[in-house]
C-alpha cells in the first residue's frame, strides 16, 4: 500500500510476499530510526545525496513494528516517537519513498543472505545502502555491514557503512542515550541529541475535568506506547497539527500518574496559557522544554491549585529567558 505524505514524499507498506516494488534503483537509509537523531538524519543525508549524483530516487526502510517490540513484547514502553511524527520527520529530510517493512516472523527467520539478496535487492530494488555501522540483520542478527560490502559483487548492492556520530564530548548520540536522558529529566541533552526538543504526540482524551476545576483546565495525552520520561513537571510548547492557525501555544505539561487525584495510569496533562478551547479527539504535540520539578502528591487540591500556579510562573520564566537569548543572538 502506498500513503502520500506530501509532493514529495510516499509511505509504501511492504510485507514478505508482497509484489517487488517499481520504484526503480534506490538510494536507501536503513534502520529503526526511532527519534530520527542527528546520527539518524546523517545516514539520511548520505543516501539522499547518493540518489541526486546519481540521478535515482532515494528512499528509508524502516520496520513496523520496531523488532524491540516484536520480540520483547513485555518490555515497558520505549519508543521516542509514535508512527505519524517518525514518518513526518523522515520525510524532513527530503527522501522520495519511506518503505515500512512489516517484521513479522517470515523476516524473523530470513538468513542475512535472504534479506539481502531477496528483500533488498529483488523486492524493494535498492542499489545503494547506507546504516550505521552497528546495523545488524538477518537470523540471530548474522548479517552486518561488513559482511554486505564483502557480498556486493555477488548481490550488486553497494554497501556504505556510515560512522557513529558523536556529541562534543565524544560519545555517539544514539536512541538509548536519548532514552536515558528523557528518564533522568535532562530534556536538554536530549533536544541537543535530537536536533529539536523531545515530542509527545496523540489524540487529546476526554479527562475527569478536574484541572477545570481547579481553574487549570488541561488537554490529556495517554502514553502507554512512548517511553515515560521522569515523572514531573515540564515548561512545553503545544501545537495542533491539523489547525496551524492557532500557532505554537506555551503552558506546563504533568507526566506521571497523579498521586494526589485518582491513578489513571501514565497521562501528559498539559495546561496550556490562554486557551480554553474544546480540543478533545485532536491531535496535539507537546514539546518538553525544560523539567521543573518531581512529581509529588499533595496534602489538598487547594494545595495542588498553588502549586500548578507556582509551576505556571516558573514556566513563564524559563520562556522569557528564552526569549531574551533568541532576542540577544
Known amino acids: 500500500m502506498s500513503i502520500e505524505l506530501d509532493k ?9 510476499g508482497d509484489a517487488p516494488l517499481s520504484c526503480g534503483a534506490l538510494s536507501c537509509a536503513i534502520g529503526n530510526f526511532d527519534g530520527v537523531h542527528k546520527g539518524h538524519q546523517t545516514i539520511i543525508e548520505q543516501a539522499v545525496h547518493t540518489a541526486k549524483a546519481e540521478a535515482i530516487s532515494s528512499c528509508v526502510v524502516t520496520f513496523s513494528p520496531h ?8 518490555d515497558a514502553p ?5 508512527e505519524t511524527d517518525k514518518t513526518g ?3 524532513d529530510q527530503g527522501v522520495d519513498y519511506i518503505i515500512r517493512v512489516a517484521f513479522n516472523e517470515a523476516l524473523q527467520n530470513m538468513t542475512a543472505q535472504q534479506f539481502a539478496e531477496d528483500v533488498l535487492v529483488a523486492h524493494l530494488g535498492i542499489r545503494f545502502l547506507y546504516a550505521g555501522s552497528d546495523f545488524a540483520f538477518g537470523n540471530a542478527r548474522e548479517g552486518n555491514m561488513a559482511s554486505l560490502q564483502s557480498a556486493q559483487q555477488d ?4 554497501a556504505q557503512p556510515v560512522t557513529l556520530l558523536t556529541d562534543e564530548n565524544k560519545m555517539v548520540i544514539s536512541s538509548s542515550r536519548i532514552r536515558a536522558a528523557l528518564q533522568a529529566g535532562q530534556v536538554g541533552l536530549a533536544a541537543d541529541m535530537l536536533g529539536t526538543p523531545h515530542q509527545i504526540s496523540g489524540e487529546v482524551l476526554t479527562g475527569d475535568q478536574r ?8 488537554a490529556n495525552l495517554g502514553m502507554q506506547h512512548y517511553l515515560h520520561p521522569a515523572f514531573g513537571v515540564y515548561a512545553v ?3 495542533l497539527p491539523d489547525r496551524p492557525e492557532l500557532g505554537v501555544m506555551r503552558g506546563v505539561c504533568n507526566i506521571g500518574q497523579r498521586p494526589t487525584v485518582n491513578n489513571r495510569g501514565v497521562l501528559a496533562e498539559a495546561h496550556l496559557f490562554e486557551f480554553d478551547e474544546d480540543i478533545y479527539g485532536q ?10 520539578r518531581t512529581e509529588q502528591k499533595f496534602p489538598s487540591l487547594d494545595a495542588l491549585k498553588d502549586q500548578i500556579e507556582a509551576d505556571c510562573n516558573t514556566a513563564r520564566q524559563i520562556f522569557k529567558k528564552i526569549d531574551a537569548d533568541s532576542f540577544a543572538s
Do not use: E, N, S, V
Open 8 to 16: 514529495q514524499t510516499q509511505i509504501i507498506d511492504w510485507k514478505w
Open 67 to 74: 523488532p524491540r517490540q516484536y520480540f520483547r513484547r513485555d
Open 78 to 82: 520505549f519508543l521516542l516517537m509514535d
Open 89 to 91: 520527520r523522515i520525510a
Open 155 to 158: 548481490t550488486q548492492l553497494i
Open 211 to 218: 484541572g477545570r476545576l481547579l481553574d487549570f483546565p488541561t
Open 237 to 239: 510548547t503545544a501545537w
Open 283 to 292: 491531535r496535539l504535540t507537546l514539546a518538553l522544554i525544560d523539567y521543573i
